[in-house]
């Protein structure tokens, strides 16, 4: 029988129709004649014969772009081993060949065999062998003739391959492919010819590796033989680097390179580190930050790194990722370096080269669950002095010069609707000086005892409501006080009575990062040494005089909400009652020392005061026999203070009550003016509070030359005194807004509010049992404080002050007092008192004064602010503030930050100090991909320019270059530097990078 060819044009068939068709042609024995090229033997769609079966469209009038079709599932043979069902689909024609069980499917062709799908212009699917055959079509519109449309696009579960042809295998899942192009985690691959086995492991051969998403990538990784093993990780042989279709002299005789999946915390590789010089200061050539990375599973992880310089510094870091989802994750790193100094002679030993050891512990854990009845976070940041200095990068500004650095350990339990308890741990560090605090809080939630949980509150006496809190700790720190933080009007002993000067603290600052300048000569670094140490407070050393230095605290506390009262309907009356007792493991007892004595304290320590007239100032010396107090006996005298060990209790109660109300007052400008009204808000607030005397009293009476003063018998305590105090406070908050007529022509009812004032506060108090005879000030400071926008927004400004209304006087007694003695005579007196001629002191103690604006067309086109966010962004792992270089807004042209701050403070008639300061940073875009970043400031106290840095950062598409520039270090102690860097945009080649870096001391 001669073959015939069958040629289904499908329009509008239905499925049955079409099984029973191709049964009839089945029993009579017909079969498809398939045309094949003369080249390469690959199928192309065959011409139909003139015979057309009966009941069938002509092949002249089949509507071609309207045909769909779906081949049943019966006619999968039961031989065939597939466990799923084929699907195919053509939007043009489906040809097949019934004896030899080939299906020619044109024009957006697609093939389903779940997790598989194939598209393309032509496939052959050749059902005998499970096979699957597909490739592209000549472009009819390409004028060169080169042209192809269609080709293959073929889809694996999650994995996209891009080919020019295809050859697959349902049964054994092999497949070999030519030209593909496929993604690979963050990379991508390119192969002229690719094998895929049954275990999905890709052999590529003449292969491309690159992370840039383009189809002629900007660089890549050229091998002639590159694996992909199970999608995790990539092998390759001798290979070399390709930028821009040029060969670079750079290569490897193989490579690996791990594939980071999607939602997991990556594949167990090697770290490659970073090489350089660090000339400035002195630890020579480097080779940091490389290791070995291990992914245990998709929730935990370990890191290990290594620094080494040719000095022999050296330094390794571990860090632990770990995660569990909906629950917590978070990341704990221990870092050690030890570095050794060098010196500007070239001398070897350890008396010239001496060695430092440097520490940094950074735990970050964040709960995601969403339990309300327990949590735990971390959030700690702990180094040791001058690491900053030493690891990191001088570009990073915030970080360089951040002074404070801690943090906490919190966890939270609940148990029931009331009970509830924290625990915490936190600490803070400036500098040399830490301060560690190990506390717990507990108690119940306010309750009201008269109601049932399921009732709501309806009679006066239902509001009652009580509680109880629980608190206490342990709080250690290092630092021994020798400078008062305030003048006073009385020495104490081993306390110098002259708080630090601006200029002190800034000295402070700069020989602090001199110190850990490694190029210095050992002789200047005990020089800065030793005057550091005379400027600053001791330090303890070691853990058991710290753990002697700490104290114990506990208190409680009886919180009582008694029934709101309303007075003339708008005022309303609330009153309270506290009660509060603290328990402290130690307290103070002072003694007034005004000639020579010898003074043991409950410690064994002593005190030597002498008294000698021919000496003008009053000093402290401290050896081994104890503290010498050197003083002539007009030099007012010495307490001294002698601390105590032992339990002991205070107890507190207070009566109170408050009202409150909030009236309103507008002013009308006329119908006409485009500012309609202005309507003032007005909030004040008055309150009152009764502390009954106590026989434990907290205070203590210390009589110094005929003056009584109180003077606290617990370091950090709280409590009444053994008098009566009643005081009245008062507060007062003011709002301005304005309602605006719409600059819009054809609008005269639409309006707007806009806020002139946000706020203008004013509180104070005033103690009605106040007694001026002993020396008792009635009324406390004067605060003020207001805040505003401008010009929609755009500027902050915000400012402080405080008032102090009583009169100061020369001490004639204690020299080192510049700010005088207080005393109880308001300022606005003077002209009655003996003091009329003389200089009391002025009103304003303290003023401060701050704006800020963050601009970019956006904010100016009254678009919300964007852009400098990035500038403040923080790393969630270390809490650390991240290089403002590397998060760059291309999309904005340009953006500008200013800050300006001005602070000022007098106390009574010691010299003024103040502190004026700008800062602005920003960025300016020189091309569509190229942006210039600055950050700098000027300093109107000391006339200089603060801390600058310039930086150049340009995005390659795929690659990124950034230049970071420090030509203005802020001070004479720090030299500038520079940092370039030139990487991969993604993480996956994210140390296959250049960088060269010459940074100063910093």
């Known amino acids: 029988m001669k073959s015939s060819v069958y040629h289904i044009y499908a329009t509008g068939l239905r499925a049955k129709n079409l099984i029973l068709i191709l049964c009839i042609l089945a029993s009579f024995g017909l079969s498809a004649q398939v045309r094949r090229q003369a080249a390469g033997g690959t199928p192309t769609r065959p011409t139909p014969t003139r015979t057309t079966p009966a009941r069938m469209p002509s092949a002249r009038t089949a509507p071609k772009d309207t045909v769909k079709l779906q081949l049943a599932d019966s006619l999968i043979s039961k031989e065939s081993g597939l466990t799923t069902t084929v699907k195919r689909y053509a939007k043009d024609s489906v040809?097949?060949?019934?004896?030899?069980?080939l299906y020619h499917l044109y024009t957006n062709a697609k093939v389903e065999y779940l997790p598989t799908k194939l598209e393309a212009d032509y496939i052959l699917l050749n059902w005998g062998n499970n096979e699957i055959f597909a490739h592209g079509?000549?472009?009819?519109?390409?004028?060169?003739?080169?042209?192809?449309?269609?080709?293959?696009?073929?889809?694996?579960?999650?994995?996209?391959y891009h080919m020019d042809t295809i050859r697959y295998n349902?049964?054994?899942?092999?497949?070999k492919i030519y030209s593909v192009a496929t993604e690979q985690g963050e990379g991508y691959i390119h192969g002229k010819v690719v094998k895929k086995d049954q275990y999905d492991n890709l052999h590529l051969g003449f292969a491309k590796y690159t992370t840039c998403n383009l189809a002629e990538p900007h660089f890549h990784i050229s091998a002639k033989k590159i694996m992909f093993i199970n999608k995790k990780?990539?092998?390759?042989?001798?290979?070399?680097?390709?930028?821009h279709d040029i060969p670079l002299p750079i290569g490897f005789l193989f490579g690996f390179f791990p594939v980071q999946p999607k939602q997991e915390i990556g594949t167990s590789g090697f770290v490659m580190g970073s090489y350089g010089e660090q000339r400035n200061d002195g630890r020579g050539f480097y080779f940091n930050d490389f290791g070995y990375y291990h992914a245990f599973n998709e929730n935990l992880s370990n890191t290990v790194t290594f620094q080494v310089y040719s000095n022999l510094s050296f330094g390794v870091k571990e860090q632990v990722d770990y995660a569990k989802k909906y629950k917590y994750n978070g990341m704990f790193s221990l870092q050690f370096n030890r570095n050794v100094q060098s010196n500007q002679y070239g001398l070897r030993g350890k008396e010239y080269n001496?060695?430092?050891?440097?520490?940094?512990?950074?735990?970050s854990h964040s709960p995601r669950s969403l339990r309300t009845d327990r949590s735990f976070s971390s959030n700690m940041n702990y180094m040791t002095n001058g690491f900053n200095a030493s690891n990191v990068r001088s570009s990073n500004?915030?970080?360089?010069?951040?002074?404070?650095?801690?943090?906490?350990?919190?966890?939270?339990?609940?148990?029931?609707?009331?009970?509830t308890s924290t625990y915490s741990f936190s600490i803070s560090q400036n500098q040399n000086n830490f301060t560690s605090n190990l506390g717990y809080s507990m108690g119940l939630k306010q309750f009201n005892p008269f109601v049932k949980e399921k009732n709501q509150v309806g009679r006066w006496y239902e509001s009652f409501r009580v509680g109880l809190a629980l608190t206490g700790g342990v709080q250690a720190t290092n630092s021994i006080t020798n400078r008062s933080s305030s003048y006073t009007d009385y020495n104490i002993a081993g306390v110098s009575n002259s708080p630090y000067t601006e200029a002190e603290l800034r000295r402070i600052n700069e020989l602090n990062l001199l110190i850990y300048d490694l190029n210095l000569s050992l002789e200047q670094r005990q020089a800065y040494q030793k005057e550091l140490d005379g400027l600053q407070n001791p330090k303890l050393h070691g853990l058991g005089p710290i753990l002697q230095n700490s104290r114990i605290t506990n208190s409680y506390n009886v919180p009582i909400t008694l029934p709101n009262i309303k007075i003339l309907k708008y005022i309303n009356l609330t009153p309270s009652i506290s009660m509060r007792g603290d328990l402290?493991?130690?307290?103070?007892e002072y003694t007034y020392v005004n000639e020579k004595k010898e003074i043991t304290l409950s410690n064994g320590r002593k005190v030597y005061v002498n008294v000698d007239d021919t000496i003008d100032t009053l000093s402290y010396v401290r050896d081994s026999t104890g503290l010498h107090v050197n003083m002539n006996s007009r030099s007012g005298g010495v307490v001294v203070i002698d601390t105590v060990k032992g339990l002991n209790f205070a107890n507190q109660v207070a009566f109170g009550a408050s009202m409150n109300t909030r009236f309103y007052g507008t002013f009308n400008l006329g119908a006409r003016s485009r500012i309609q009204a202005i309507r003032h808000t007005v909030n004040p607030s008055l309150s009152f509070s009764y502390t009954p005397r106590n026989k434990l009293s907290t205070y203590q009476q210390v009589r110094s030359d005929g003056t009584m003063r109180y003077l606290p018998r617990y370091i950090g305590g709280s409590g009444s005194s053994s008098r009566?105090?009643?005081?009245?406070?008062?507060?007062?908050?003011?709002?301005?807004?304005?309602?605006?007529?719409?600059?819009?022509?054809?609008?005269?009812?639409?309006?707007?509010?806009?806020?002139?004032?946000?706020?203008?506060?004013?509180?104070?108090?005033?103690?009605?049992?106040?007694r001026k005879d002993m020396n008792e000030f009635a009324m406390s400071n004067v605060s003020l404080s207001t805040n505003t926008s401008l010009f929609k927004r755009k500027l902050n400004i915000n400012a402080s002050a405080t008032l102090d209304p009583y009169m100061y006087v020369a001490d004639s007694l204690v020299k080192s007092n510049e700010a005088g003695i207080r005393i109880p005579t308001f300022k606005w007196k003077r002209r009655s008192t003996e003091f009329k001629d003389d200089d009391v002191g002025s009103y304003l103690t303290s003023f401060t004064l701050g704006a800020s604006t963050s601009l970019n067309p956006e904010v100016l086109n009254g678009g919300p602010a964007r852009g400098m966010a990035a500038s403040t962004a923080i790393n969630p792992n270390t809490n650390l503030p991240l290089n403002p270089m590397d998060y760059v807004d291309f999309n904005i042209p340009w953006n500008l930050s200013m800050n300006y701050s001005a602070n000022y403070s007098k106390q009574g008639l010691s010299r003024e100090r103040w502190t004026m300061a700008l800062s602005f940073s920003g960025d300016l875009s020189l091309t569509k991909n190229t942006k210039i970043t600055f950050n700098s400031g000027w300093d109107f106290r000391f006339k200089q320019i603060t801390l600058t840095t310039v930086g150049i950062v340009r995005e390659l598409h795929c690659w990124m270059f950034s230049l970071n520039w420090t030509p203005i270090s802020g001070s004479a102690m720090r030299s500038g530097g520079f940092d370039f860097t030139l990487r991969p945009k993604a993480n996956l080649l994210k140390d296959l990078k250049v960088t060269r870096r010459r940074a100063g001391s910093y």
């Open 137 to 160: 079509v000549p472009d009819e519109k390409d004028s060169t003739g080169k042209g192809v449309r269609g080709k293959p696009v073929f889809e694996d579960g999650t994995e996209t």
């Open 354 to 363: 001496p060695s430092n050891n440097q520490f940094n512990v950074v735990w």
């Open 724 to 770: 009566d105090a009643g005081n009245v406070s008062f507060s007062l908050s003011n709002q301005l807004e304005a309602k605006v007529r719409s600059r819009s022509d054809t609008s005269e009812t639409d309006f707007e509010k806009v806020m002139l004032l946000d706020n203008f506060g004013i509180v104070t108090s005033y103690n009605i049992f106040a």
């Open 233 to 243: 990780s990539a092998i390759s042989g001798p290979f070399n680097i390709v930028v």
């Open 170 to 175: 349902f049964k054994s899942k092999r497949a």
């Open 584 to 588: 402290y493991d130690r307290s103070l």
């Open 397 to 419: 500004i915030s970080t360089v010069t951040q002074n404070n650095v801690g943090g906490s350990i919190n966890y939270m339990r609940n148990f029931g609707k009331l009970y």
């Open 95 to 101: 040809i097949f060949n019934v004896k030899k069980k």
